[in-house]
Protein backbone atom coordinates (compact mmCIF):
# COMPACT_ATOMS: atom_id res chain seq x y z
CA UNK A 1 0.00 0.00 0.00
CA UNK A 2 1.75 2.98 -1.14
CA UNK A 3 -0.04 5.49 0.68
CA UNK A 4 1.02 8.16 3.49
CA UNK A 5 -1.91 9.90 5.35
CA UNK A 6 -0.43 13.13 6.88
CA UNK A 7 -2.74 14.63 9.89
CA UNK A 8 -1.39 18.18 10.46
CA UNK A 9 -2.60 21.17 12.17
CA UNK A 10 -1.85 23.77 15.59
CA UNK A 11 -1.21 22.31 18.91
CA UNK A 12 -3.95 21.28 20.91
CA UNK A 13 -6.51 20.62 17.76
CA UNK A 14 -6.47 17.03 18.81
CA UNK A 15 -4.41 15.89 16.31
CA UNK A 16 -2.75 12.98 18.21
CA UNK A 17 -6.63 11.04 19.44
CA UNK A 18 -7.42 11.50 16.40
CA UNK A 19 -4.90 9.79 14.38
CA UNK A 20 -4.78 7.30 17.04
CA UNK A 21 -8.35 6.42 16.10
CA UNK A 22 -7.74 6.60 12.93
CA UNK A 23 -4.68 4.20 12.99
CA UNK A 24 -7.24 1.66 14.96
CA UNK A 25 -10.08 1.64 12.34
CA UNK A 26 -7.61 1.41 9.38
CA UNK A 27 -4.60 -1.15 10.63
CA UNK A 28 -2.31 1.55 10.77
CA UNK A 29 1.06 3.20 12.69
CA UNK A 30 2.07 6.48 14.03
CA UNK A 31 5.03 8.31 12.42
CA UNK A 32 5.72 11.22 15.04
CA UNK A 33 6.28 14.60 13.37
CA UNK A 34 7.17 16.55 16.18
CA UNK A 35 10.24 18.10 17.13
CA UNK A 36 9.93 17.79 21.07
CA UNK A 37 8.81 14.41 21.19
CA UNK A 38 11.48 12.50 20.23
CA UNK A 39 13.28 13.66 23.44
CA UNK A 40 13.50 10.80 26.16
CA UNK A 41 12.45 12.29 29.64
CA UNK A 42 10.35 15.38 28.36
CA UNK A 43 6.84 13.60 28.48
CA UNK A 44 4.05 16.28 30.02
CA UNK A 45 5.55 19.33 28.44
CA UNK A 46 5.54 17.55 25.26
CA UNK A 47 2.16 16.11 25.37
CA UNK A 48 3.56 13.19 24.33
CA UNK A 49 1.68 10.11 24.36
CA UNK A 50 0.88 7.79 27.48
CA UNK A 51 2.07 4.12 27.74
CA UNK A 52 -1.40 3.06 27.59
CA UNK A 53 -2.22 5.13 24.50
CA UNK A 54 1.68 3.96 23.50
CA UNK A 55 0.78 0.28 23.54
CA UNK A 56 -2.55 0.63 21.71
CA UNK A 57 -0.72 1.40 18.05
CA UNK A 58 2.74 1.00 16.74
CA UNK A 59 4.31 4.82 17.81
CA UNK A 60 7.55 6.01 15.38
CA UNK A 61 9.91 8.69 16.30
CA UNK A 62 9.14 9.28 20.00
CA UNK A 63 11.47 8.66 22.52
CA UNK A 64 14.72 8.15 20.08
CA UNK A 65 17.22 11.37 21.78
CA UNK A 66 18.35 12.10 24.83
CA UNK A 67 17.70 15.59 25.19
CA UNK A 68 21.71 16.80 25.35
CA UNK A 69 22.07 14.90 21.79
CA UNK A 70 22.25 16.82 18.86
CA UNK A 71 19.32 15.80 16.45
CA UNK A 72 18.97 17.40 13.21
CA UNK A 73 16.52 17.88 10.44
CA UNK A 74 18.10 14.96 8.38
CA UNK A 75 18.31 12.74 11.04
CA UNK A 76 14.42 13.24 11.45
CA UNK A 77 13.61 12.78 7.59
CA UNK A 78 15.96 10.19 7.26
CA UNK A 79 14.26 8.05 9.89
CA UNK A 80 10.92 9.56 9.01
CA UNK A 81 11.27 7.80 5.31
CA UNK A 82 12.70 4.75 7.34
CA UNK A 83 9.65 4.03 9.25
CA UNK A 84 7.51 4.98 6.74
CA UNK A 85 8.42 2.83 4.36
CA UNK A 86 8.87 -0.24 6.52
CA UNK A 87 5.44 -0.21 7.20
CA UNK A 88 4.46 0.21 3.43
CA UNK A 89 6.05 -3.02 3.22
CA UNK A 90 4.09 -4.50 6.21
CA UNK A 91 0.90 -3.62 4.23
CA UNK A 92 0.20 -1.20 6.89
CA UNK A 93 -0.87 2.47 6.90
CA UNK A 94 1.70 5.31 7.72
CA UNK A 95 0.41 8.52 9.43
CA UNK A 96 2.66 11.05 9.46
CA UNK A 97 1.25 12.98 12.50
CA UNK A 98 2.26 16.57 14.30
CA UNK A 99 2.52 19.87 14.14
CA UNK A 100 6.37 21.24 12.90
CA UNK A 101 6.26 22.39 9.70
CA UNK A 102 9.59 21.61 9.27
CA UNK A 103 9.28 17.88 9.89
CA UNK A 104 5.83 17.59 7.82
CA UNK A 105 7.27 18.98 4.59
CA UNK A 106 10.39 17.97 4.23
CA UNK A 107 8.96 14.49 4.42
CA UNK A 108 6.07 15.41 1.90
CA UNK A 109 8.30 17.54 -0.16
CA UNK A 110 11.73 15.65 -0.40
CA UNK A 111 13.69 18.61 0.72
CA UNK A 112 17.38 17.85 0.11
CA UNK A 113 18.99 18.57 3.38
CA UNK A 114 22.10 20.14 3.39
CA UNK A 115 25.00 17.32 4.96
CA UNK A 116 27.15 19.44 6.75
CA UNK A 117 27.71 18.60 10.63
CA UNK A 118 27.33 19.75 13.57
CA UNK A 119 30.07 22.66 14.39
CA UNK A 120 29.42 22.74 18.00
CA UNK A 121 32.33 25.92 18.80
CA UNK A 122 31.11 27.98 16.01
CA UNK A 123 27.64 27.44 17.28
CA UNK A 124 28.64 27.93 20.69
CA UNK A 125 30.56 31.54 19.21
CA UNK A 126 26.93 32.00 17.47
CA UNK A 127 24.95 31.68 20.36
CA UNK A 128 27.21 34.09 22.22
CA UNK A 129 27.15 36.70 19.93
CA UNK A 130 23.43 36.50 19.87
CA UNK A 131 23.06 36.68 23.61
CA UNK A 132 25.56 39.49 23.57
CA UNK A 133 24.44 42.04 20.73
CA UNK A 134 20.82 40.30 20.16
CA UNK A 135 19.60 38.30 17.61
CA UNK A 136 18.75 40.64 14.98
CA UNK A 137 22.38 41.29 14.78
CA UNK A 138 23.16 37.76 13.82
CA UNK A 139 19.93 37.90 11.54
CA UNK A 140 21.51 40.80 9.57
CA UNK A 141 25.07 38.49 8.90
CA UNK A 142 22.78 35.95 7.58
CA UNK A 143 21.19 38.04 5.30
CA UNK A 144 24.43 39.84 3.92
CA UNK A 145 25.81 36.10 2.99
CA UNK A 146 22.36 34.28 1.82
CA UNK A 147 19.78 36.83 1.61
CA UNK A 148 17.21 34.19 0.38
CA UNK A 149 17.65 31.89 3.39
CA UNK A 150 17.71 34.95 5.62
CA UNK A 151 14.30 35.94 3.91
CA UNK A 152 12.89 32.53 4.68
CA UNK A 153 13.93 32.39 7.96
CA UNK A 154 12.14 33.94 11.30
CA UNK A 155 14.74 36.44 13.04
CA UNK A 156 13.49 35.47 15.97
CA UNK A 157 14.24 31.77 15.05
CA UNK A 158 18.39 31.84 16.50
CA UNK A 159 18.70 28.02 16.05
CA UNK A 160 18.19 27.84 12.71
CA UNK A 161 19.75 31.47 11.75
CA UNK A 162 22.91 29.92 13.81
CA UNK A 163 22.20 26.21 11.12
CA UNK A 164 21.88 28.44 7.87
CA UNK A 165 25.14 30.29 8.95
CA UNK A 166 26.91 27.20 9.64
CA UNK A 167 25.96 25.53 6.54
CA UNK A 168 27.37 28.35 4.34
CA UNK A 169 30.42 28.01 6.73
CA UNK A 170 30.74 24.21 6.58
CA UNK A 171 29.65 24.05 2.74
CA UNK A 172 31.29 27.21 1.58
CA UNK A 173 28.15 28.27 -0.55
CA UNK A 174 25.03 29.72 0.64
CA UNK A 175 22.50 27.50 2.71
CA UNK A 176 19.39 28.59 0.17
CA UNK A 177 21.43 26.83 -3.19
CA UNK A 178 22.28 23.99 -0.99
CA UNK A 179 18.07 22.96 -1.02
CA UNK A 180 16.29 20.99 -3.63
CA UNK A 181 12.97 19.52 -3.42
CA UNK A 182 12.06 15.75 -4.51
CA UNK A 183 8.93 14.03 -3.72
CA UNK A 184 8.57 10.41 -2.77
CA UNK A 185 7.30 8.69 -4.38
CA UNK A 186 4.02 7.82 -2.27
CA UNK A 187 0.66 8.92 -2.66
CA UNK A 188 -0.64 11.53 0.54
CA UNK A 189 -3.52 12.50 1.72
CA UNK A 190 -2.77 15.64 3.91
CA UNK A 191 -5.60 16.50 6.05
CA UNK A 192 -5.78 19.14 8.55
CA UNK A 193 -7.70 19.85 11.72
CA UNK A 194 -7.95 23.18 12.56
CA UNK A 195 -11.21 25.54 14.45
CA UNK A 196 -11.98 29.15 15.54
CA UNK A 197 -8.71 31.18 17.30
CA UNK A 198 -10.51 31.53 20.42
CA UNK A 199 -11.66 27.77 20.78
CA UNK A 200 -8.13 26.81 19.99
CA UNK A 201 -6.45 29.36 22.89
CA UNK A 202 -8.91 27.83 25.12
CA UNK A 203 -8.15 24.51 24.76
CA UNK A 204 -3.98 25.33 24.81
CA UNK A 205 -4.87 27.29 28.61
CA UNK A 206 -6.76 23.95 29.30
CA UNK A 207 -3.61 21.79 28.27
CA UNK A 208 -0.88 24.16 29.71
CA UNK A 209 -3.32 24.19 33.05
CA UNK A 210 -3.02 19.99 32.88
CA UNK A 211 0.33 19.67 32.41
CA UNK A 212 0.85 21.82 35.42
CA UNK A 213 -1.66 19.15 37.52
CA UNK A 214 0.32 16.32 36.21
CA UNK A 215 3.70 17.38 37.11
CA UNK A 216 5.60 19.78 34.39
CA UNK A 217 7.72 21.35 37.51
CA UNK A 218 8.78 18.00 38.72
CA UNK A 219 9.75 16.53 35.11
CA UNK A 220 11.55 19.75 34.61
CA UNK A 221 13.57 19.76 38.03
CA UNK A 222 14.28 16.26 37.69
CA UNK A 223 15.95 16.77 33.92
CA UNK A 224 17.49 19.11 35.59
CA UNK A 225 18.66 17.18 38.34
CA UNK A 226 19.84 13.87 36.17
CA UNK A 227 22.10 17.07 34.39
CA UNK A 228 20.20 18.24 31.44
CA UNK A 229 21.47 22.11 31.86
CA UNK A 230 18.29 24.75 30.69
CA UNK A 231 20.45 26.03 28.07
CA UNK A 232 20.80 23.21 25.75
CA UNK A 233 18.14 23.46 22.83
CA UNK A 234 16.05 20.51 23.98
CA UNK A 235 15.07 22.68 27.07
CA UNK A 236 14.80 25.75 25.28
CA UNK A 237 11.07 24.56 24.15
CA UNK A 238 7.40 26.39 25.47
CA UNK A 239 6.96 25.06 29.02
CA UNK A 240 10.64 23.73 29.64
CA UNK A 241 11.84 27.31 29.44
CA UNK A 242 10.00 28.74 31.63
CA UNK A 243 9.41 26.00 34.44
CA UNK A 244 13.32 26.35 34.30
CA UNK A 245 13.30 30.22 34.63
CA UNK A 246 10.74 29.96 37.97
CA UNK A 247 12.80 27.23 38.98
CA UNK A 248 16.15 29.32 38.85
CA UNK A 249 14.34 31.97 40.63
CA UNK A 250 13.73 34.00 37.71
CA UNK A 251 9.42 34.00 37.26
CA UNK A 252 6.89 33.22 39.70
CA UNK A 253 5.21 29.57 39.16
CA UNK A 254 2.34 31.87 37.75
CA UNK A 255 4.27 34.49 35.56
CA UNK A 256 5.70 31.11 34.12
CA UNK A 257 2.49 29.57 33.40
CA UNK A 258 1.17 32.95 32.00
CA UNK A 259 4.38 32.99 29.82
CA UNK A 260 4.18 29.14 28.28
CA UNK A 261 0.01 29.77 28.03
CA UNK A 262 1.38 33.35 25.76
CA UNK A 263 3.98 31.16 23.69
CA UNK A 264 2.26 28.63 22.91
CA UNK A 265 -0.71 31.45 21.33
CA UNK A 266 2.16 32.70 19.32
CA UNK A 267 3.44 29.41 18.36
CA UNK A 268 -0.04 28.91 16.98
CA UNK A 269 0.36 31.57 14.74
CA UNK A 270 3.68 30.56 13.58
CA UNK A 271 1.89 26.80 12.53
CA UNK A 272 -0.66 28.63 10.48
CA UNK A 273 2.52 30.28 8.44
CA UNK A 274 3.52 26.36 7.48
CA UNK A 275 0.21 25.16 7.10
CA UNK A 276 -2.25 27.72 5.47
CA UNK A 277 -6.29 27.53 5.58
CA UNK A 278 -5.87 28.81 2.00
CA UNK A 279 -3.88 25.99 1.21
CA UNK A 280 -5.15 23.51 -1.63
CA UNK A 281 -2.72 20.83 -1.33
CA UNK A 282 -4.43 20.27 2.82
CA UNK A 283 -7.68 18.87 3.00
CA UNK A 284 -8.90 21.27 6.36
CA UNK A 285 -11.37 19.78 8.52
CA UNK A 286 -13.06 22.48 11.49
CA UNK A 287 -12.88 20.32 14.32
CA UNK A 288 -16.34 22.20 15.56
CA UNK A 289 -17.95 21.58 12.36
CA UNK A 290 -16.74 17.79 11.52
CA UNK A 291 -17.75 14.90 12.49
CA UNK A 292 -15.06 11.93 13.09
CA UNK A 293 -17.82 9.85 10.45
CA UNK A 294 -16.55 12.78 7.68
CA UNK A 295 -12.89 12.10 8.34
CA UNK A 296 -13.15 8.67 8.15
CA UNK A 297 -15.32 8.79 5.37
CA UNK A 298 -12.43 10.52 3.54
CA UNK A 299 -9.69 8.38 4.07
CA UNK A 300 -11.45 5.47 3.30
CA UNK A 301 -12.00 7.03 -0.04
CA UNK A 302 -8.33 7.62 -0.38
CA UNK A 303 -7.54 4.07 0.60
CA UNK A 304 -9.68 2.09 -1.40
CA UNK A 305 -12.48 1.84 1.03
CA UNK A 306 -9.73 -0.62 3.59
CA UNK A 307 -10.78 -0.67 6.95
CA UNK A 308 -10.84 -3.13 9.87
CA UNK A 309 -13.79 -1.80 11.65
Known sequence: MNRLVAIVGPTAVGKSQLALRLAQAFD???VSADSRQVYHHMDIGTAKPSPQELSLVPHHLINIVNPDEDFSLAQYQELAYTAIENIQHRDKLPLLVGGSGLYIWSVLEGWGIPQVPPDLEFRHSLEEKAATVGKDELHQELKEVDPVAAQKIDQRNVRRTIRALEVCRGA????????????PSFTTLIMGLTTDRGELYRRIDLRV???IKQGLVAEV???VNIGYDCTLPAMSGIGYKQIGMFLGGELTLAAAIQQIKFETHRFVRHQYNWFRLESDRIEWFDILGTSEWEITTRLAAFI????TQ
Open 221 to 223: KKL
Open 209 to 211: DKM
Open 304 to 307: GGRS
Open 28 to 30: GEI
Open 172 to 183: EAPFSKLQHKKA
